[in-house]
């Protein structure tokens, strides 16, 4: 391939697909493009350290030795305009074009827009990059009423990390109830009871018809039902949606993200798509998802680049996220979704437990809050494919251990039989 690997993106997906190609043993050329003047940097710690602390430096995914030790072109700053998927070549934004044999589309999400009078106002910021935390930091400094619209985890990590810096803050859920799509009810009541507890005010079922400014600024947001929130900086968490438009243009198929097969393929060969973009049908559900985590980042960048080497193997990583929101480390393995039952470990009351959650027999996933083993025994079970019995969960992490034990002893035989 002489003119190698180009991969657009430059976040966790990208500098992983990069690194992986050169672990794997490829010694093409590989080109990494990325549309921020950043060395590629952790995005996590964004909302909770980076924002609170005015000394805090962003952490890079790779030193900057990394990149010219493996021969890897990293090119920052640059924006592709289109895809020419027949002359298999990128056009660069301004002027020049960027030739490749294959193609790994890392370009990610970016925040949902809020159709909203008032959002062109200074002080109203979504978070999805470094320029973005600079911003908000910047910002917080000079706010001592902050509101956030969206209660999902970016929206609640930034919640703890201002109101523990002494801001006054509130956050509006249009639904009923806090991390509606990720978590099951119980840890989301529990969320919100530790937030109230620090003093961040939560609305949910409760919307923003508008935002008012001062001088430009804006300096408050008034509610559907016309209660008006002081604000010297709104925050819009909200969602995110995939950036497939450069995808789409140049023909691939596109459902709820770039559509990829088992090996991260799309449906035109040489263009492969991995992290937050990609949508699949999902090994473990049989139903087609969009995750937006680094480990499922890494994992199918890992996977992108031994198919480019010609490895068949099926993407079959068990997914697993996390989140900090103030003193709750939160943990989860699996996807929950279509579960029927649950077992709970532990003392919610005490901050420390762990929901098993059930379809019929089968153990589809594992949220936990302050108790990490839990979350690390739940990664090894369904990684092995053992599904526990609901009793067995709830005698306690030692027989888990020993039936997780007994199953893994017992598979070699199964295979042979």
Excluded: C
């Excluded at 973005?132 to 001592?144: G, Y």
């Excluded at 109230?196 to 508008?210: F, H, K, L, P, W």
């Amino acid at each position: 391939m002489k003119n190698g690997v180009v991969i657009v993106g430059a976040g966790h997906a990208g500098v992983q697909a990069a690194a992986s190609l050169r672990e794997e043993g490829y010694d093409g050329p590989v080109v990494l493009v990325g549309d921020e003047n950043e060395l590629p940097y952790h995005k996590p710690p964004l909302s909770k350290t980076f924002i609170k602390d005015a000394e805090a430096k962003p952490q890079p995914l790779r030193g900057e030795a990394f990149y010219s030790g493996n021969a890897i072109d990293y090119r920052p700053g640059v924006r592709i305009d289109r895809i020419d998927a027949g002359a298999r070549r990128l056009d660069v934004a301004g002027s020049g074009t960027i030739s490749f044999d294959r193609l790994v589309l890392a370009t990610g999400s970016r925040p949902r827009l809020l159709k909203l009078d008032g959002t062109e106002l200074a002080g109203v910021v979504s978070l999805r990059s470094l320029a973005d935390a600079r911003l908000i930091r910047e910002l917080s400094a000079e706010s001592e009423d902050v509101v956030i619209l969206g209660g999902g985890f970016i929206g609640l990590e930034i919640a703890a990390t201002l109101r523990a810096a002494g801001r006054k803050v509130t956050v509006v859920e249009a639904v009923d109830r806090l991390l509606g799509r990720a978590v099951a009810p119980v840890i989301a009541a529990h969320v919100r009871q530790r937030l109230e507890a620090m003093g961040v005010r939560i609305m949910t079922g409760t919307t923003v018809s508008r935002l008012e400014g001062d001088g430009g600024r804006v300096s408050a947001a008034i509610t559907s039902s016309g209660e008006r929130l002081r604000a010297q900086m709104v925050i819009i968490g909200i969602g995110v949606v995939p950036n497939v438009e450069l995808a789409e243009a140049a023909g691939v198929t596109i459902g709820n993200g770039i559509r990829v097969d088992q090996h991260m393929q799309s449906s035109i060969a040489e263009i492969l798509a991995v992290g937050d973009a990609a949508s699949y049908r999902h090994w473990f559900t049989g139903g087609d998802v969009r995750l937006e985590s680094v480990q499922n980042a890494t994992d199918q960048a890992r996977l992108a680049a031994r198919t480019i080497l010609g490895h068949a193997e099926p993407f079959s990583a068990v997914p697993w996220f996390w989140s900090d929101i103030g003193d709750m480390k939160l943990q989860m393995v699996g996807l929950t979704q279509g579960g029927d039952s649950h077992v709970v470990l532990g003392e919610p009351a005490e901050n420390k437990f762990s929901i098993y959650h059930y379809a019929g027999n089968r153990l589809l996933g594992i949220e936990s809050v302050n108790r990490p083993a839990d979350h690390m025994l739940g990664r090894r079970m369904l990684g092995a494919g053992f599904s526990p019995a609901p009793q067995t969960v709830a005698a306690g992490p030692d027989a888990l251990k020993a039936a997780l034990a007994g199953f893994q002893t017992m598979e070699p035989a199964k295979a042979s039989a």
